[in-house]
């Protein structure tokens, strides 16, 4: 299946290590649990009421206010450095809306319009993986130190359109570890089908070819392809950066939902 088809089917599932980061926050709900517990048995049989119905919203809010601080108070005060350096590039503008866990990046290349769209849904993926894996045991991980710390993949789609022609060339990869590994090169003669995030579209995009994969390819088609992307951008640089705002990103969107839940329950 399609990264771009992929990425719609997403929904449902500060440069920290995405493995310890899960560890402290594991760390962190079991030390606010020892701490608050005394505290939420106390203030439940006068608090209960004003917050709703239920005998856990007390210890439930103070649970959810203990971590949005502990996160808050983890956070960077300011734009991180990567993404002042990214922007100062004026290369690429990033699309970033609150709330949804798409990213879009968008750039003009001579007469060509290239998207670049990824997921954090990925991320989460990993994260509960990675955070699995550090359970079974210190010194594996300590073998790994060395590692890269975004040595997670995210699914990446590429669209490039040109006004002067009706068509688009799309580009499934993944990205990791500084890279984006081609699944496969697709032409719409729609561009609208091709690039248009809406189910018709979707549902359109199924029935056509996508292309062979990309490895299959000859050797040296495959590197034109890759001074094609290079040129315009698709390098080694984009590929640490996608990773890098992803994680900021999902940082960003937990501290969002603690907020808005607490918020929720307390009310």
């Known amino acids: 299946m ?11 599932s500060s ?15 079991a030390t606010v649990a020892a701490r608050v517990a005394p505290v939420a048995s106390r203030a439940f049989s006068v608090s ?27 956070a960077p005060p300011t734009e991180p450095e990567f993404l ?8 690429w503008s990033i699309e970033d809306t609150p709330g949804l866990d798409e990213v879009t990046l968008t750039r003009k290349f001579g007469n060509e319009d290239i998207r670049l769209i990824f997921s954090i ?43 002067s022609t009706p068509g688009a060339l799309t ?21 609208k089908v091709g690039t248009e995030l809406t189910a018709e579209a979707d549902w359109k995009r199924r029935g056509y ?10 050797i040296s088609l495959q590197d034109e392809f890759d001074k094609f992307l290079q040129e315009r951008g698709i390098n080694q640089t ?17 501290v969002s939902w603690l907020k808005n839940v607490k918020d929720f329950v307390e009310a």
Do not use: W
């Open 48 to 74: 209960a009421k004003r917050l709703g119905e239920g005998a856990s919203d007390v210890a439930l809010t103070q649970r959810l206010a203990e971590e949005l601080k502990y996160e808050t108070e983890a």
């Open 121 to 163: 849904a990925d991320i989460q993926t990993e994260q509960e993986a990675e955070f699995e894996e550090g359970q079974e045991g210190v010194e594996e991980g300590a073998e790994d130190a060395d590692a890269p710390l975004h040595a997670y993949p995210i699914r990446c789609s590429f669209s490039f359109t040109k006004a």
């Open 209 to 218: 070819y996508l292309g062979p994969q990309f490895d299959t390819l000859d």
């Open 15 to 29: 440069s920290r290590s995405l493995a310890a980061r899960s560890a402290t926050r594991a760390v962190a709900r």
């Open 238 to 254: 984009l590929a640490y950066f996608v990773p890098e705002y992803a994680e900021h990103k999902e940082q960003k969107e937990y």
């Open 84 to 91: 002042k350096a990214f922007k100062a590039q004026g290369t």
């Open 171 to 191: 580009i499934d990869a993944m990205c990791q570890e500084g890279t984006f590994v081609i699944d496969n090169i697709s032409y719409y003669s729609d561009a």
């Open 2 to 12: 399609s990264a771009l088809r992929a990425l719609r089917q997403l929904t449902a």
